[in-house]
């Protein structure tokens, strides 16, 4: 199996910044993509940012130029860096990772989700 540990987030202020970090481990034969969703209440899960093994990324419109993704392939880790976050990034943060197992085939994984809060 492959897990994800998720760390970071938390309650800022508008204009403050935050980083997540996420850490994929188990028997994983190789990794596609490391990214980053998020879900606010009431609404559907959306990408934030992805980053393949390449190095090839893509940000969602709302968060270029704010947003920063970055990964280790090495230590298995993808990390989010959030500047001038805004109310309206508030949302629990996924983290996900296209991974094959041993034997088996490329599919999705998730981590448990960590609460982002913006509010004065």
């Known amino acids: 199996q492959v897990q994800l540990v998720e760390s970071g987030g938390g309650l800022v202020q508008p204009g403050g910044s935050l980083r997540l970090s996420c850490a994929a481990s188990?028997?994983?034969?190789?990794?596609?993509?490391m990214g980053w969703y998020r879900q606010a209440p009431g609404k559907e899960r959306e990408l934030v940012a992805t980053?393949?093994?390449?190095?090839?990324?893509n940000y969602a419109d709302s968060v270029k130029g704010r947003f920063t993704i970055s990964r280790d392939n090495a230590k298995n880790t993808v990390t989010l860096q959030m500047n001038n976050l805004k109310p309206e990034d508030t949302a629990v943060y996924y983290c996900?990772?296209?991974?094959?197992?041993?034997?088996?085939?490329?599919?999705?994984?998730w981590g448990q989700g960590t609460q982002v809060t913006v509010s004065p």
């Open positions: 188990g028997s994983i034969a190789s990794i596609n993509a």
């Open positions: 996900n990772v296209k991974a094959r197992e041993y034997f088996s085939t490329v599919r999705d994984y």
């Open positions: 980053i393949t093994t390449g190095g090839s990324i």
